[in-house]
């Protein structure tokens, strides 16, 4: 019960247990992981979240901007998946969830940093093979009136990554808001001091590269006009006005397993569509 309290407390939350999963490198098939800001879960399952799922049966799905608790949807999931939640102190504000048909050894819904954790913005599974760090980065608004938090935050992740790293490799996704190159979004020479493509979190990216992270999607796409958000405005999706922000990254000695990297564009039902990856 005390356990379950503390889970409760901290936004931690497993709805349904699943059944025992094969471990995922020992498995034949391709892993595939999927990550999706769903910018409100409550909202999206009143569209095609549950048809995506069942279409899409990834081994892993995360979440980022669910903006609710776990026992603010009343929905029964897939038997074949365990839900972890880290919703924000805040209520209908940022949080993250993972879905996973393979129990992860340990789950935490914090960095360890009180400044950051109160957000519901991370969320970590610990799996035989690897760390899967499902985040959800701060924006720095608008004015760029969180800018300087932004970049504390950039540099204090990186240095959690690192050390997670010490233990075995990571892999993280989520949405990092930020377009990290000229390439990566429609309009950069309209937006270079715009929030999302500001120098300093360009800047912050790159170092998660210079780190040893391996950004997925650009070792099997070189070019432009991919794109994961689009303005809800002026029918930019519609006309492929975007920005790639979210992203899967891998430490580099998972390289030689990554098969495939690729976005969704044509999944409907929020601002951002999927992105994935399949590992051997």
Known sequence: MLKAALLQRFGLLKMNCGFAAEPFFNKLSPVKLISWNVNGLRAVLKKNFLEFLDAEKPDILCLQEIKCTSDQVEQLWPATYTTYWNSAEKKGYSG?????????????????????????RVLTAEYK?????????????????????RQVWDKDFL????????KKPVI????????HTEIDLANPKANVRNHG?????????????????VDTFRE?????????WWSP????RSRN?????????????????LKRAYIQPQILGSDHCPVGIELA
């Open 197 to 213: 493509f500001t120098i300093e979190e360009r800047t912050g990216f790159t170092n998660f590269v210079n780190a040893g992270f």
């Open 172 to 179: 993280f996704c989520g949405d990092l808001n930020v377009a």
């Open 96 to 120: 993250t969830a993972i879905f996973t048909k393979e129990r992860p050894l340990k789950v935490a819904p914090h960095i360890g940093i009180h400044e950051h954790d109160k957000e519901g």
């Open 241 to 257: 006005v975007g920005w790639r922000i979210d992203y899967f990254l891998i430490s580099q000695s998972l390289r030689p397993r």
């Open 220 to 228: 099997f796409e070189k070019g432009g006009g991919h794109y994961s």
């Open 233 to 236: 405005m002026s029918g930019a």
């Open 159 to 166: 240095a959690y990554l690192k050390k997670l790293e010490k």
């Open 129 to 149: 093979d690897f760390f899967l760090v499902n985040v959800y980065t701060p924006n720095s608004k608008r004015e760029l009136e969180r800018l300087p938090y």
